[in-house]
């Protein structure tokens, strides 16, 4: 059975070891890793194939640097750059810089939520399941708002219009399965659609992209 691996990127060692603690209580299977420091972290998504991560931006690039903003939104791009699936948990009090990456974020394939540092754990914990699942979650500032792209649109039409699956909107739109399911994640965010228990997200989705005159 594949243990799913999980790295913690953050200098501030109660911080650290709290989120680890929280999610091997949420995880039990997992094997989570952690790192102080963006060249440690670069390292660990390289050598053991991590799945997600949960990274603060403020961050050292080595162990005789001091912590920066920068150096985070340096190490997000550089792994959003090699590993395009990876799942990722931005969890700061720097949100904001979080627009220099705006189209790295836009191109990301994998799940990307950002939850800010002074929220409850449980919070994170939801970011942390969304990422996992592929959604995307990402500041008001980040959003394209309703400026989506005419794949998305066409997405919409076949989905909803035509009343299409997944499998058959590929096949007509000549891509992946993937693709579509990249292009749901796209919709939902700009849309502000996000999972919650006990709705099914297809169906809000739905009703939102009616309320705001994308589909007839």
Do not use: C
């Amino acid at each position: 059975m594949y243990q799913m691996k999980i790295l913690i990127i953050d200098d501030h060692e109660l911080i650290r070891y709290a989120t680890i603690n929280i999610l091997r209580q949420q995880y039990p299977e997992a094997e989570i890793f952690q790192a102080q420091t963006s060249l440690e972290a670069i390292n660990q998504v390289k050598n053991l194939r991590i799945d997600l991560i949960v990274i603060d931006l403020v961050i050292p690039e080595n162990r005789e640097s001091s912590p920066r903003s920068d150096t985070g939104i340096q190490l997000l791009k550089t792994l959003m750059q090699h590993y395009p699936t990876l799942n990722i948990v931005v969890q700061s009090s720097y949100l904001r810089s979080l627009l220099q990456l705006k189209q790295a974020i836009s191109d990301h394939e994998g799940g990307f939520t950002v939850v800010d540092k002074s929220l409850p754990m449980d919070e994170m914990l939801t970011k942390v399941e969304w990422a996992i699942k592929g959604v995307i979650y990402t500041p008001r500032e980040i959003r394209s708002g309703l400026e989506v792209k005419p794949e998305w649109l066409k997405v919409l039409h076949l989905a909803f219009n035509e009343g299409l699956q997944d499998m058959t909107i590929a096949q007509r739109m000549n891509v992946q399965t993937r693709a579509v399911r990249y292009y749901w994640t796209k919709i939902q965010d700009a849309l502000e659609v996000y999972p919650v228990p006990g709705q099914n997200l297809r169906i809000q989705t739905h009703i939102r992209a009616r309320e705001q005159g994308l589909i007839n």
